[in-house]
């Protein structure tokens, strides 16, 4: 990570946690992060260092109004105004880890092809607590091309349980 996204990250902890709603803004700004990730057009946008500063910053007001928490929208529209909309997976991918670092949790990136429920996301937990021998933070990522199962990923390592892994391990055994 560059030294920009890593202060970045940090601004944005430091503003989470004085307005006394890290959760709720780790959530909403994980759930902006995938949902800009995954239209090209407005990832454009918020990138497009051509376009100005207010009217990214309007862009991220129209898209966000009434969505999402007043900081979750203003941090959001910093990163944009401020030339770093382009950035924004990275930099919220460093907010979450510095956030999970600073309460003393592992962040496990989930993906799966259909979001989990609330007990399967608590179950995950436990299980990925257990064997990491820490508590962690899930990030869940809604990602269709996993097709079945889940990705894990916490740190270097990755537990593939997709359905594509499995079959694939079938089919080398036959």
Not at 5 to 23: H, Q, S
Not at 73 to 99: H, K, M, P, Y
Not at 131 to 158: E, H, K, M, R, W
């Given at each position: 990570?560059?030294?920009?996204?890593?202060?970045?990250?940090?601004?944005?902890?430091?503003?989470?946690?004085?307005?006394?709603?890290?959760?709720?803004?780790?959530?909403?700004?994980?759930?902006?992060?995938?949902?800009?990730?995954?239209?090209?057009?407005?990832?454009?946008?918020?990138?497009?260092?051509?376009?100005?500063?207010?009217?990214?910053?309007?862009?991220?007001?129209?898209?966000?109004?009434?969505?999402?928490?007043?900081?979750?929208?203003?941090?959001?529209?910093?990163?944009?105004?401020?030339?770093?909309?382009?950035?924004?997976?990275?930099?919220?991918?460093?907010?979450?880890?510095?956030?999970?670092?600073?309460?003393?949790?592992?962040?496990?990136?989930v993906?799966?092809?259909?979001?989990?429920?609330?007990?399967?996301?608590?179950?995950?937990?436990?299980?990925?607590a257990?064997?990491?021998?820490?508590?962690?933070?899930?990030?869940?990522?809604?990602?269709?091309?996993?097709?079945?199962?889940?990705?894990?990923?916490?740190?270097?390592?990755?537990?593939?349980?997709?359905?594509?892994?499995?079959?694939?391990?079938?089919?080398?055994?036959?």
């Amino acid at each position: 990570m560059s030294d920009a996204t890593n202060g970045y990250a940090r601004a944005l902890l430091e503003v989470a946690k004085a307005d006394g709603n890290l959760d709720v803004v780790k959530s909403e700004l994980t759930a902006v992060a995938q949902a800009v990730d995954a239209n090209e057009a407005l990832r454009a946008s918020l990138a497009d260092r051509l376009l100005p500063a207010a009217v990214r910053g309007q862009i991220v007001d129209d898209v966000l109004a009434n969505k999402v928490s007043d900081t979750t929208r203003g941090l959001v529209s910093l990163i944009a105004t401020t030339g770093r909309g382009g950035q924004l997976a990275e930099i919220v991918n460093e907010f979450v880890a510095a956030a999970a670092a600073g309460s003393g949790k592992a962040v496990a990136t989930v993906r799966s092809a259909v979001p989990l429920s609330e007990d399967q996301q608590q179950r995950l937990a436990a299980a990925l607590a257990q064997s990491t021998g820490s508590a962690v933070d899930l990030q869940v990522v809604v990602d269709p091309s996993v097709v079945g199962g889940a990705v894990t990923t916490i740190g270097d390592t990755v537990i593939d349980g997709s359905l594509r892994t499995r079959m694939n391990k079938m089919r080398e055994a036959l």
